[in-house]
């Protein structure tokens, strides 16, 4: 039996966002039948039954290793734990109790996320589950993350979906927050939120959009509060305006991979777009030579409008889904290529890429990894260690550690040559063996003391 550990990473399951509990189901049984399986037998299983990637399934089988429910034996292979015997021979009732038990207590967010529906007792925006425990839980200020962490409690009968985005509370989920209240722990830097960091400018300028959007007597302030926002996630910006010009220009810079947007600010009195000169913006488009259009407006209304859009390879952005970019870049800041996904889409924009939450998921996945090598170091130093750890048995040692193959060999090298660069110097390195020199807590406040200084050295340099 291995010993459990605290995680945050909660991937979704194929087969629908209500669905999880049956194919939780239909994955136990089948591995009940099978007694052990190897991980590719796993994989195939999963993409003749789902018909999904590859990539994905990596996702799968870390939740099921994460939730105990199946556990690594020798020569690579996997099999049920007792944990797992009982979820799939236990009734649906059962099924829905054990795991939301052991999601309570071992998936650090969750019952908080609970404990916010169950507290205002009302349908709610997963924006607003984001800004609530954003501070707290940066994977969960991520609102891709807090769908699927919502996912879950609708699976288990703890909240229920009311229209769109907006989910509410059940009985049933009262009486579960009920006997597992909110836990809430920051390191120190998640707790000290002030109205420099990131996620407090995030808020900022989206507040500003929001009301810029409906100030039609004013829009420059629209034009301003977007140029405002593509500076906020990295790019070289252009307010322009006036006759025969789009209102923002946006520019990648980033080698071959560079790219040009334009982008026209529509703001109403309503805060809804009804018309668009589509040949006005492709004139804009055809001027700068730009590869992507965009049109921001709070909200677009009519098929044609949406239509004409689409033909013309115009994307329709709203106000809400800047503001949600605006708070995953906050936490889990994106490169300007990850973020071309966005401006590929054409027509109406109704969710964030998914390659913006693959990207928060590897962030996440590398500071637990740099977390876990201090850790290792650390605990073996405990147990005696006085000798510097040869570099290539860190990653056999990691395995063993954690009782399964959370990373790869080349991941955790280069984790490795992360942590031991000069200006982090968390590892010493000498003729391949390794020494820790900080812990994981001064690692922290590395990074956040060389995050301060590149902050107000960028600064300077404007």
Known sequence: MRSQRVFRTLSSLPGGNQSYLHTLNQILLWLAQESVVTRDELISWFIDRFGVSGSSIQGYVQILIRTNLIEPVPVGKLRLTSFGQQIATADPAQQKQLLSGFLLVWCAGFREILAVYANVQKPLHLREISTTLGPYFPHLGVIATAQIYTNWLLALGCVEQTTGRYYQITPHGLEVAETHPPIIYMIRHQSEVTDNQPSSQAQRIGQELHEASMDSHTPQRFQKAIALAFQFLGFEVTELGGPGETDVLLHALIGPESYTVIVDAKSRYAGILRDLSVATIQEHRHKHQADYALVIAGDF?????????????????????????????????????????????????????PGFADWAAQQIQWGELLINLVDLLRVTYTHGLTQPLPREQLFGMLVTRLHGVYYTEEQVQAAIAFLGHPIISTLAIHENKLTLMKSGQSLADTLHALSVQLVTTSKKSI
């Open 301 to 353: 209304a009519g098929s044609k409008l949406i239509r004409h859009a689409e033909a013309s390879g115009i994307a329709l952005l709203t106000v809400p889904l800047l503001a949600d970019w605006l708070r995953q870049y906050a936490f889990e800041p994106m490169n300007l290529l990850v973020q071309r996904n966005l401006f590929a889409a054409i027509g109406r924009i109704t969710e964030l890429p």
